[in-house]
């Protein structure tokens, strides 16, 4: 164990301090207490610690300010080998530095339960140094239970607010705002609590936005606030400049003496006066202008970004654990996902009442993803989400606000047409077979679609009800 004059020498010099655990032949891999903890060799930067090859258990940072802390934080984060380990900070260094780190502690000992805990549920994680981008996000947060990635304010970045954990983790040139978003949409992040609304550029998305005042009539911005008096003899409204004279108020108009606020003037309601066109008017238009693409657009007209703090949710820790497929479908499930009963019965009563009303029309199509499993073993798992995501906005824009939408699976999904004609499902289907080859990556693989349709103008006078004519339709697509 470091003896006193140890963890002295830890807090006061500017040296990266590696942690190690020491186990018992009797232990397995478990957590380990707190007092088998000792010193490793010390680095004075962390390309230094990065050179040597060196993989301790934990890492004690005493930098020497908050520039270097964050320097540090980062280029550690960013290694595959040292990435998802404890690393702490001697003291704290503001909001952004230490969401990179495991909090604080100045000392070896402070360290080792946060430390130990991290290293109990490591095992059960498989490929942690290979792992990349949101893979290596989900395992930093399976490790670590109850944390909650909270953004933090950067007037510097277009969105204003930004997750550095997340900037840290995330494959290089990659837009973790957007990872996120992905992350959270495929079920694998939860929310935990609403930290910031911010309004956006609807153009460019941007938070940098710049209110100004502007004339109503005429649009200039060179607008002046000034009091306006009306006199009650002729009526007349001018600016108060107009009325002064060397005896006092005195109407231009009729040269009536205003002596008295209320009996022979008042204040009129115009307060601003346009210096380009002399327009008079109460209240300015305010107009937002985006500072990144300069467009200007009306207060209403603006976007809406809500900032949460993000967890690791329960399909995530699964999907940390074992790198299941399953929640890439949880990107098409935003096209209010239909309940199988509900789907089926609806189907049951559409089929009834097109035999009974020649008008009633109505489609039905099954569609399957025949090489999901393929791409996930060919591809990395970042690539096949994006694929999914790709396919699925593109999806969202041939569906219908009246159509159902039904996932039976994590192989076949349902489509219920109302009120269209056997021609019109078949120019779906062509465009939904066309979206898979849309969605192709360099390597050259795609999402394979098949489809299988049944029109009303197919349904006749038989006894076909809802459940055989699915499972029909799903034994067509294979």
């Given amino acids: 164990m470091p003896t006193a004059s140890t963890s002295v020498r830890l807090r006061v010099l500017p040296a990266i301090s590696t942690l190690v655990a020491k186990r018992t032949s009797a232990e397995s891999g478990g957590a380990v207490a707190p007092d088998h903890w000792t010193e490793g060799p010390h680095y004075a930067e962390a390309p230094q610690l990065l050179a040597a090859g060196f993989a301790p258990d934990a890492l004690l940072l005493t930098p020497g300010d908050a520039r270097q802390a964050a320097s540090w934080l980062e280029s550690l984060r960013r290694a595959p080998r040292l990435a998802l380990l404890p690393i702490f900070l001697n003291r704290s260094f503001g909001e952004a530095v230490d969401a990179l780190s495991d909090g604080v502690a100045s000392t070896p000992e402070a360290a080792a339960p946060e430390a130990a805990a ?14 990349e981008g949101d893979e290596r996000l989900l395992a930093f947060l399976y490790l670590r239970t109850e944390r909650v ?34 992350l959270r949409r495929r079920g694998l992040l ?82 601003f006066v346009c210096k380009d066109c002399s327009g008079r008017f109460t209240e ?46 949880k990107l098409l499930d935003e096209f209010s996902h239909a309940h199988p ?10 089929l009834d009442l097109s035999r009974r009303h020649e008008e009633v029309q109505f489609g039905l199509v099954c569609l399957k993803f025949a090489n999901v499993h393929l791409l996930a073993s ?32 994590d192989a076949c999904c349902w489509l219920l047409l109302p009120q269209t004609l056997p021609a019109g499902v078949a120019i779906l289907l062509e465009r939904i077979v066309a979206l898979g080859a849309a969605a192709t990556p360099e390597e050259g693989l795609r999402i394979e679609i098949a489809t299988a349709s049944f029109t ?21 697509v294979g």
């Avoid at 549920?121 to 942690?128: K, T």
């Avoid at 006199?231 to 009729?254: A, D, I």
């Avoid at 989400?385 to 009246?402: C, V």
């Fill in 118 to 131: 991290i290293a109990a549920r490591a095992p059960s994680l498989s490929r942690r140094e290979t792992a």
């Fill in 149 to 182: 990635l909270t953004p933090v304010a950067d007037w510097r970045d277009e969105r204003i607010y930004r997750y550095p954990l997340a900037d840290a983790l995330g494959r290089p040139g990659e837009d973790s705002f957007l990872m996120l978003e992905r």
């Fill in 190 to 271: 939860e929310t935990a609590g609403l930290v910031e609304r911010v309004h956006t550029c609807p153009s460019c998305s941007a938070g940098q936005l710049l209110f100004i005042e502007t004339c109503p009539q005429c649009g200039s911005i060179d607008t002046a606030e000034q009091n306006f008096l009306h006199c009650y003899s002729c009526g007349h409204v001018g600016t108060q400049e107009e009325y002064l004279t060397n005896e006092g108020l005195t109407c231009p108009k009729c040269a009536v003496r205003l002596r008295h606020i209320g009996v022979d003037y008042d204040r009129a309601l115009e307060t």
């Fill in 284 to 329: 300015p238009n305010v107009k937002a202008r985006c500072l990144q693409c300069r467009k200007t657009c009306g207060t209403d007209a603006l976007s809406e970004r809500n900032y949460y703090g993000l967890r690791l949710s329960a399909a995530g820790e699964l999907a940390a654990r074992t790198g299941q497929v399953g929640d890439l479908f």
């Fill in 341 to 350: 009963e509900y789907f089926s019965r609806t189907l049951e009563w559409l």
């Fill in 378 to 409: 060919r591809l990395p798992r970042h690539r096949v989400a994006q694929m999914f995501d790709a396919l699925a906005q593109r999806l969202r824009a041939l569906i219908r606000t009246t159509d159902l939408f039904m996932r039976d699976d």
């Fill in 456 to 476: 009303s103008a197919d349904a006749g006078a038989g006894s076909t009800n809802a459940r055989l004519l699915m499972g029909t339709l799903r034994s067509r």
